[in-house]
């Protein structure tokens, strides 16, 4: 008897070393037969995809219909996503392609909610600032000051797991809870949660922070009006998706004061950013440029996610799901497409 065949052969693209690590591991046994490509996914590169039934695909590939209609013409049959949200996708031409996608729908909530407190406090208390003085030998104070986060008022806006258990944390800290969600969370409502309608929750908070995935309805949601909305001087987190905010509203409230601190993991333009080294270049996007020369704004590069445990739940996750497609059994994370408009 000859040796049996690898179950599915796949293209990863857009892959880091931690990709390939974490995807190894959990291709036990090496059962199904990863290619790995450092390249997005774009139009330009589908013709790598020459030969796959299966492709494998991150938040900053582009699968535009014009990317999904290449790969698809390449006998391209299944598209797995290394993330939880699918904006990226044009689901309409995925499904007049006849495309199944697959998707991780959680990875790890606890990282994700850990990193938006991180920013909290870290620019509160400065502590980026602070790292860099000490360093340099200087221990002054000045320009240093924070605040207790004890009894101050934080809004929450989307109450899914990760806002859930952002509330629990800050809960731990001792403050005053809001929250804005279409469905509420007994665990939040445990919690002591008010749920308010958003101008509200915009006028009552010292801190917001958006956990909220971004459809239509959610698409620069924090711009000018609900700006005006705001307490002077509060707090802004967004880890969720860069979408969600009007980034020149925003900067243009920093220079007013209205915003006194901004901590962003996502940015809207963050696609020829994010995840690349791009310190011997010359960053092209003005407005990204002007938002780091704030000193109350802190930026990292949509690493929220980036735990142990989230990158093996991911590959773990992505593994099952290519098992499940290749061997014909029902998969709980493939994305409906016949609920698109036609």
């Known amino acids: 008897m000859g040796l049996q065949a690898k179950s599915m052969k796949v293209a990863v693209f857009n892959t880091k070393s931690y990709d390939r690590t974490f995807l190894t591991a959990a291709n036990v046994g090496g059962q199904h037969d990863l290619v790995f490509f450092e ?178 309805e959610t698409y620069h949601l924090i711009g000018v009006e609900a700006i005006g909305q705001m307490k002077p001087g509060m707090m802004l987190i967004n880890t969720s998706r860069g979408q969600l905010i009007d980034t020149k509203a925003v900067t243009k409230a920093l220079k007013s004061g209205k915003i006194g601190y901004l901590g962003l993991d996502v940015y809207e333009q963050e696609t020829d950013l994010f995840f690349e080294d791009l310190s011997n270049h010359v960053i092209q996007d003005d407005v990204f440029q002007r938002l780091l020369t704030f000193p109350n704004v802190l930026i990292t590069g949509h690493q929220a996610f980036f735990t142990e445990e989230a990158l093996t739940n991911i590959a773990e996750t992505t593994i099952a799901n290519i098992a499940d497609f290749e061997q014909g059994r029902p998969c709980a994370n493939q994305i409906d497409l016949d609920r698109v408009n036609k």
């Open 39 to 216: 390249a997005h996914l774009t139009l330009e590169t589908s013709v790598l995809a020459a030969g796959f039934p299966a492709v494998c695909a991150f938040v900053n590939d582009c699968l535009d219909a014009k990317t999904l209609r290449a790969i698809a013409e390449k006998g391209v049959r299944l598209l797995v996503l290394r993330s939880a949200g699918f904006n990226h996708v044009d689901l309409a031409a995925a499904r007049d392609l006849d495309l199944t996608i697959l998707r991780v729908p959680a990875y790890s909530p606890y990282a994700v909610a850990e990193h938006a407190v991180a920013l909290i406090l870290s620019l509160n208390r400065k502590i980026h600032r602070a790292y860099n003085r000490v360093r340099e030998g200087n221990f002054a104070l000045d320009g240093l000051l924070g605040f207790d986060l004890h009894d101050k008022t934080v809004g929450i806006v989307g109450t899914g797991r990760i806002g859930e258990i952002t509330a629990k944390i800050l809960h731990g800290f001792g403050c005053r809870l809001l929250g804005y969600d279409v469905f509420q969370s007994p665990d939040c409502l445990a919690l002591g949660m008010e749920y308010v309608a958003l101008p509200e929750l915009f006028a009552a908070s010292d801190i917001v922070s958006l956990h909220c995935p971004l459809i239509p």
